[in-house]
């Protein structure tokens, strides 16, 4: 069994950069893929950005493409996600999740393993 924590949300303004951490307590994390996903009120969970198991092939949404980047550090089971030129929409209970698969995928079905999220709030 694979646990995830993650920290670094908060409040900041648009345009700002934040650096979201999630630790996985399981060494099996590193064997497959992991990703993020958010979601905010009244919206469905939304794909944020996937990563496959060694860290070279990554896959993005489309609202998030240059300005999000997702990175892994095995040696430290830990999964990031950088964000820069953050907006308003933006703003949701973002999440971390280990795969099922080796590769990248923005499949929640494909993801047995969650954190409990971290609140991102962008004001304007």
């Known amino acids: 069994q694979v646990r995830l924590v993650e920290s670094g949300g908060g409040l900041v303004q648009a345009g700002d950069s934040l650096r979201l951490s999630c630790e996985a307590s399981g060494r099996t994390f590193r064997s497959y893929g992991a990703g993020w996903f958010r979601q905010a009120p009244g919206k469905e969970r939304e794909f944020v950005a996937a990563?496959?198991?060694?860290?070279?092939?990554?896959v993005y949404a489309d609202s998030v493409k240059g300005r999000l980047t997702i990175s892994r550090d095995n040696s430290k089971n830990m999964l990031y996600l950088q964000m820069s030129s953050l907006k308003p929409e933006d703003t949701a209970m973002y999440f971390c999740?280990?795969?099922?698969?080796?590769?990248?995928?923005?499949?929640?079905?494909?993801?047995?393993?969650w954190g409990q999220g971290t609140q991102v709030t962008v004001s304007s």
């Open positions: 999740a280990a795969s099922s698969i080796v590769l990248a995928t923005s499949r929640p079905e494909r993801y047995p393993y």
């Open positions: 990563i496959n198991w060694i860290g070279g092939g990554t």
